[in-house]
């Protein structure tokens, strides 16, 4: 049996250009310069955890970072966030 949490939350009050920039700062980014010569990965709060993204505003992470991942949405001013505590006998890719 593995221990999931799945976080629900939303942006509030936000316009799509901040919340744009929410999503780069949680899951980072590929940033280009030189016309696409040079391509760097930028790392956001959430790049070096174990989680998946399942939909807009949706995240399933194991019980182990299920703390970091809510610090890290609380600190870039995500609202109503909602934590559901799952039991999975499986994961299917």
Do not use: C, P
């Amino acid at each position: 049996m593995l221990h999931k949490v799945m976080l629900v939350y939303e942006f509030e009050g936000r316009t799509a250009s901040q919340v744009g920039k929410i999503n780069r700062e949680l899951f980072g980014y590929m940033d280009k310069s030189n016309h696409g010569k040079y391509v760097y990965w930028r790392n956001g709060y959430l790049s070096k955890m174990a989680l998946k993204r399942l939909a807009r505003g949706v995240i399933l992470t194991d019980s182990v970072n299920d703390r970091e991942v809510l610090d890290a949405l609380r600190k870039v001013g995500a609202k109503k966030i909602t934590r559901y505590y799952l039991t999975v006998n499986k994961v299917v890719k």
